[in-house]
Nanobody, 124 residues
Framework: QVQLVESGGGLVQAGGSLRLSCEAS????????MGWFRQVPGKEREFVAA????????YYAASVKGRFTISRDNAKNTVYLQMSSLKPEDTAIYYC?????????????????WGQGTQVTVSS
């Protein structure tokens, strides 16, 4: 079992930066693939970024590539999402997710555990 708690969301002006953190409980964190997704009301949850547990390969949605960076610190059981050059369209609730096995890290169905989400609001 893995429990996830996100933090770091808030209100920022366009062009600014935020760093989201997701702290995981459970001994299986270091062997879990981790992902970030986001959702706005009335829309489906969309993939933002993912990082594999072995090798640390990273993946990004086209809309955030070059602006967002996902990383993990297994010693701290934490995964991060550094967001830069933020745009109003990045406004959403951001969710952290963990997958015990690779069922497709780019899709929400590939994850077993989810955090409660943290709100990110980018003003123009």
């Amino acid at each position: 079992q893995v429990q996830l708690v996100e933090s770091g969301g808030g209100l920022v002006q366009a062009g600014g930066s935020l760093r989201l953190s997701c702290e995981a409980s459970g001994r299986t964190f270091s062997s879990s693939h981790m992902g970030w997704f986001r959702q706005v009301p009335g829309k489906e949850r969309e993939f933002v970024a993912a990082i594999r547990w072995r090798g640390g390969s990273t993946y990004y949605a086209a809309s955030v590539k070059g602006r967002f960076t996902i990383s993990r610190d297994n010693a701290k059981n934490t995964v991060y999402l550094q967001m830069s050059s933020l745009k109003p369209e990045d406004t959403a609730i951001y969710y952290c997710a963990a997958a015990r096995v690779d069922k497709g890290v780019l899709r929400s169905a590939g994850y077993d555990y989810w955090g409660q989400g943290t709100q990110v609001t980018v003003s123009s």
